[in-house]
C-alpha cells in the first residue's frame, strides 16, 4: 500500500434487506466498533447471527458458554449466538502434555525479558495446534450457519477479531513503559519487538488479527456458492488501522498513533483482503479513526487524534448539529478552560517537528522515541487535567461519534464497495454524521 485510499463521498447503496443474514465473527463485548454494523443490519431487517470466542476454566481449558452466559451473550447481541468456541490465537495452545507459549513466558521478569529466549520449534508445534483448533472450529460454525442462510438471500461477514497478547505478568510492566512512560520510565517499542517475547506476541497479532479473516473466507467458501449460484451476495468486512487523515492547518493530512504494535498484523489483513478481491470475493477491510475504547485506553495519546473531529464537523457543513457537539465537549470542561484553548493545545502538536516526523506513510508502523513520549503522553495528561472529571471526556462524546459514523459508512460502502481496502477518514465521517443529523 503506497498510499492511503480514501472513501471521500458518503455512500447510499443497501442491497440488504429482511430475510437476509447478518453475522458477527467475533464476540460482541463493550463498547467498540462493532456495534454500529450490527445497528445498520437492524435497520435493515437482517436477521443477526453471532459468535462466541468461548471462556476458560480453571485449567484454562477452552469451553462453550454456559446456559446462563449464552442468553446474556444472546440478549447482548439481539441474535442467536453459534456456541462453538472460536478463541483465536496460540498462546494458550500446545500439544498435549507440552508446556503453552504462556507457559514459556512464565519465567521472564522485567530484568531478564529482553535477553531471554524461546524454543521456535515447540513456539510452531503450539501455533499449528491453535491454527488447527481454530479451523476446525470454524467448520463447525459454518455447518450450523449453512442452515440459518436461506438460498437466495444474501450475506454480510463482519470480522471484527483483533488483539493477541498473551497474558502473562511482565508484559503489563512492559506495556506500561513503552505505552506510558517517559523520561526515566521510557522504554522503546523497538526493544520489545526485538526481542523473543515480541516476535511471538507479534506472530499471535497475525493469527487473531488477520489469519482469521482468511479463515472466514476461506471456512464460508461453500455457504458463498450456494448463495451466489441463487442469485444471492456475500460480502465481507474488517476493521483497519493504519493512521487516519484528520484536520491539521486546515487540510485533511494523515497522520498516526505511535508505536501501534498490531500495525504488521493489520497490513497482513489489507493484504488477505486485497487477496480476495482478486478472486472475485467482495472482502473489504475499513481502516478506522483512532478512538477511546476499554482496550485502547492503555496507549496514552492515542485519543490526541479525535480532537480534530470538532473543526471537521464544522468543516463539512455541520450546522447547528456541529455547535451542540461543540457545547457538549465544553461542558465536561473544568470552569476557566476553554474548547478553543484545549484544541490550539492539538494544533500545537501536530505542528511540532517531532510529530511531523511520525507522519511518514511509507515507514509505518514506526517505532516510538522519548521525544516522542515527551510529546504525546505530556500533551494528553495536560488535556485531561483540563477536564472536570476523568470519568466524562471530550474523547468520550467524539468516541460516540465516531462509532456511530462508520456503521452506515461500512454497511452502505459494502453494499457496492469501490476497493479491498479503505480509510474512513475525519472528513467522510463528520459527512455522515452532518448527513444522519440534518
Known amino acids: 500500500m503506497k498510499a492511503p485510499i480514501p472513501l471521500r463521498n458518503v455512500p447510499q447503496s443497501n442491497i440488504f434487506r429482511k430475510g437476509d443474514v447478518f453475522v458477527l465473527f467475533g464476540e460482541l463485548f463493550g463498547r467498540g466498533y462493532a456495534n454500529g454494523l450490527i445497528n445498520e443490519a437492524r435497520k435493515a431487517g437482517m436477521t443477526v447471527v453471532g459468535i462466541t470466542v468461548g ?37 494458550l495452545d500446545a500439544p498435549a502434555g507440552e508446556p503453552t507459549p504462556t507457559d ?40 450450523e450457519l449453512e442452515g440459518m442462510i436461506p438460498s437466495g438471500s444474501n450475506a454480510f461477514f463482519a470480522h471484527t477479531m483483533a488483539g493477541g497478547i498473551p497474558k502473562v505478568k511482565v508484559f503489563l510492566a512492559i506495556a506500561n513503559r513503552i505505552y506510558k512512560g517517559r523520561g526515566e520510565r521510557f522504554l522503546s517499542s523497538s526493544a520489545l519487538l526485538n526481542s523473543d517475547l515480541g516476535k511471538l506476541i507479534l506472530m499471535n497479532f497475525d493469527e487473531v488479527t488477520a489469519n482469521t479473516f482468511q479463515h472466514l473466507i476461506e471456512g464460508s467458501a461453500a455457504i458463498r456458492s450456494r448463495l451466489e449460484k441463487a442469485g444471492g451476495q456475500v460480502r465481507y468486512t474488517a476493521y483497519g488501522y493504519h493512521g487516519t487523515e484528520i484536520l491539521i492547518d486546515d487540510q485533511y493530512q494523515w497522520q498516526t498513533y505511535t508505536s501501534y504494535t498490531q500495525g504488521k498484523a493489520k497490513m497482513r489483513l489489507e493484504n488477505i483482503a486485497e487477496a480476495a478481491w482478486v478472486q472475485g470475493i467482495k472482502a473489504t477491510v475499513y481502516n478506522c479513526p483512532e ?23 464544522k468543516k463539512e457543513q455541520g450546522g447547528a448539529w456541529a455547535e451542540a457537539q461543540w457545547q ?36 509505518w508502523p514506526m517505532a516510538n522515541s522519548a521525544e516522542l513520549a515527551e510529546v504525546m503522553i505530556g500533551t494528553s495528561e495536560e488535556i485531561t487535567k483540563m477536564h472536570k472529571t476523568r470519568d466524562a471526556l471530550v474523547t468520550d462524546v467524539l468516541s460516540s461519534l465516531v462509532l456511530e459514523g462508520t456503521g452506515p459508512l461500512m454497511f452502505h460502502e459494502s453494499s457496492n464497495p469501490s476497493a479491498p481496502v479503505l480509510w474512513l ?11 444522519t443529523h440534518r
Request: net charge negative; charged share 25%.
Open 104 to 143: 514459556l513466558l512464565a519465567d521472564m521478569t522485567l530484568k531478564s525479558w529482553q535477553d531471554d529466549k524461546l524454543d521456535w520449534a515447540h513456539i510452531e508445534k503450539c501455533r499449528a495446534v491453535g491454527v488447527k483448533r481454530f479451523k476446525d472450529s470454524v467448520a463447525q460454525v459454518m455447518t
Open 425 to 435: 477518514n475525519h472528513d467522510v465521517i463528520a459527512k455522515q454524521l452532518n448527513l
Open 328 to 363: 457538549a465537549c465544553r461542558d465536561v470542561l473544568q470552569e476557566g478552560q476553554t474548547l478553543e484553548s484545549l484544541l490550539q493545545k492539538i494544533d500545537d502538536y501536530n505542528a511540532s517537528d517531532v510529530m511531523k516526523g511520525f507522519r511518514n506513510f511509507a515507514a
Open 291 to 313: 478512538i477511546r475504547t476499554n482496550s485502547s485506553d492503555i496507549f496514552v495519546g492515542v485519543e490526541l487524534s479525535l480532537f480534530p473531529l470538532l473543526k471537521a464537523l
Open 55 to 91: 471462556r476458560r476454566d480453571e485449567n484454562n481449558a477452552l469451553r462453550a458458554l454456559t446456559a446462563e452466559e449464552l442468553a446474556t451473550a444472546e440478549a447482548n447481541l439481539g441474535g442467536r449466538i453459534i456456541n462453538v468456541p472460536l478463541m483465536a490465537g496460540f498462546d
